[in-house]
């Protein structure tokens, strides 16, 4: 790489950190970041401060932070053999801030949480790091599918990216082997493109391959009225009364059965109340919809064996039997019987929840510290954590066939290119408005960058009940019907009336079509988006 050939970037204090290498015969311009100035790891409770006479390959006695730049981005790999590894942290130096904005991703689900904001040197920003200061965006991240779960963080004058490469709690063991940790991308705003646009592209470069829906999804799912109170007969009324609202017939709805049928922590065993389960497909076949199902794969069943419980919950007492350790391959073809199972059932799409808690014991809101608590790996030493749940969910991915999949409490960058769809942010509610409010429209705001370029964003259904104004889920509704983010509604049978179901047809019918990409246009300033466009048209709501 000739490093005279490159034009430093200016303007934002970010973007001294990019060089460019205009490629005239592609006629594109690419960007990469230039080589930091320090190197350190954690192992144990000890940070270790590396060398390099190049910036580009970093020692310290045996252990090796090696960077390899390629035309447009830079790849870490790293190789630690004597000791165990928990961290590894890359710094640049950077200009003093001006006045400047960040913003960040999520572990997994967002939880009200996501938005731009001033430097806070504490605050931990996932996957990637968008700075705008009026003049220029600038994006930094890592692609999707890395070996380490990565986050920057930004100071008056520094930037850091870190690679949390644990094993459970622990340093990971890697032995001999030379991890490939992950790959750096950044790029600029181009000419008169807005801040939306840049991130947009930007995450599109980050996930080479996204895995979608072959048609937009939309439909139905009874947890936000039922709450677990299902049964067979309560899943085809539900459906019974909104099948006929949906009018396309080159796409029809889901109706997804949520939490409440299994026989208790047996996923391979419906309970008395769901008698048929091939049956129950047939009939919502019926009536006009597409069958799924809510299924948590790690839960083990009580009974189970101890040795294929994750180390942590060796001694727990849980009453629900415990996490499955996915690094046992026992536990693995399990966990592929049941996709095949539901895919054997006839279920044309599967949601799959809890993983990232059943794994490291914390909601993503709680992981401000760290991932899991320290003290524990699993039965398999030798890998990262984000290894394990990435292989967990290809296992997932290649049992299920071509059924779609939607990952809930998922781990989003790891989940890009796997699944169809992903539940973006924490449960909204058919009890409280203002849960709505935090958990949905915040994410959809944040996360529609996302959209169709990692997977299909969901943001959660429309808990059409009695206990919340129709005024305010009519909204709900008409931001995910119009923004081609997927539709789901739970339909209490008394909210239900003459207004809400034309409204609902109408939602359907908007859903069921390929739509142009909802833009929050005023999420600079608000963490709760109420001006968007929608199908090329401006859209207020009042979420208060």
Request: proline share 5%; aromatic share 12%; net charge neutral.
């Amino acid at each position: 790489m000739n490093r005279r050939n490159f034009i430093q970037l200016s303007g934002a204090s970010l973007g001294a950190l990019i060089i460019s290498d205009y490629v005239k015969a592609a006629g594109k311009k690419t960007a990469l970041m230039i080589m930091p100035d320090a190197v350190q790891f954690l192992s144990g409770n000890k940070v270790y401060t590396m060398q390099s006479s190049d910036k580009q390959t970093w020692t310290f006695r045996d252990a090796v932070v090696k960077l390899k730049p390629l035309k447009d981005s830079v790849f870490i790999f790293i190789h630690c053999p004597s000791v165990p590894l928990k961290e590894v942290k890359l710094s640049w130096k950077i200009p003093a801030q001006k006045t400047t904005v960040v913003m960040g991703d999520a572990w997994e689900r967002t939880y009200g949480d996501v938005s731009w904001q001033s430097i806070n040197t504490t605050k931990k920003l996932p996957w990637y790091c968008v700075e705008y200061n009026e003049e220029n965006t600038v994006c930094f991240g890592v692609k999707t599918g890395s070996s380490a779960f990565c986050y920057w963080q930004v100071t008056d004058n520094n930037l850091a990216l870190n690679f949390d490469v644990r094993n459970g709690g622990n340093g990971v063991q890697l032995g001999t082997r030379m991890l490939s940790a992950a790959e750096i991308i950044t790029t600029k705003n181009e000419g008169k493109e807005n801040v939306f646009a840049t991130v947009r592209r930007f995450c599109g470069s980050l996930c080479a391959a996204p895995r979608l829906p072959k048609q937009p999804v939309y439909g139905i799912n009874d947890w936000y009225f039922a709450y677990g109170n299902n049964s067979a007969d309560l899943i085809l009324q539900h459906t019974a009364l909104l099948a006929p609202l949906a009018t396309s017939t080159g796409n029809k709805p889901f109706s997804v059965i949520d939490d409440g049928w299994s026989a208790g922590a047996d996923y391979t065993k419906p309970n008395e109340k769901f008698p048929n389960m091939p049956k129950l497909v047939e009939d919502i076949k019926k009536l006009g919809m597409r069958p799924g199902l809510w299924t948590r794969p790690l839960l083990a069943k009580p009974g189970v064996n101890k040795k294929l419980i994750a180390p942590r919950f060796q001694n727990d007492n849980k009453d629900d039997g415990g996490t499955l350790d996915p690094t046992i391959d026992e536990n693995i073809q399990y966990i592929k019987t049941l996709f095949s199972l539901y895919k054997q059932w006839g279920f044309e799409m599967i949601k799959h929840d809890y993983t990232t808690f059943d794994i490291f014991s914390k909601w993503g809101f709680q992981m401000t510290d760290g991932m899991t608590e320290e003290g524990w790996q699993f039965n398999d030493s030798s890998r990262t954590n984000a290894e394990i749940i990435l292989d967990l969910y290809k296992a997932i991915r290649d049992a299920a066939g071509d059924t779609y999949i939607i990952g809930c409490n998922t781990v989003g960058h790891l989940s890009a290119g796997v699944f169809e769809l992903n539940r973006i942010g924490d449960d909204t509610s058919g009890k409280e408005w203002e849960r709505t409010r935090k958990m949905g429209v915040n994410t959809m705001g944040f996360r529609m960058v996302q959209h169709k370029n990692f997977y299909a964003v969901d943001g959660d259904c429309v808990g059409l009940t009695t206990s919340i104004p129709w005024s305010k889920n009519k909204q709900w509704m008409q931001l995910l019907a119009q923004s081609s983010a997927p539709l789901f509604i739970s339909a209490q049978p008394d909210a239900v009336g003459v207004e809400q179901k034309q409204f609902i047809k109408q939602c359907f019918d908007d859903a069921s079509q390929q739509q142009t990409i909802g833009e929050p246009l005023d999420w600079l300033t608000n963490p709760f988006p109420s001006k968007w466009k929608l199908d090329n048209k401006i859209a207020d709501f009042d979420w208060s």
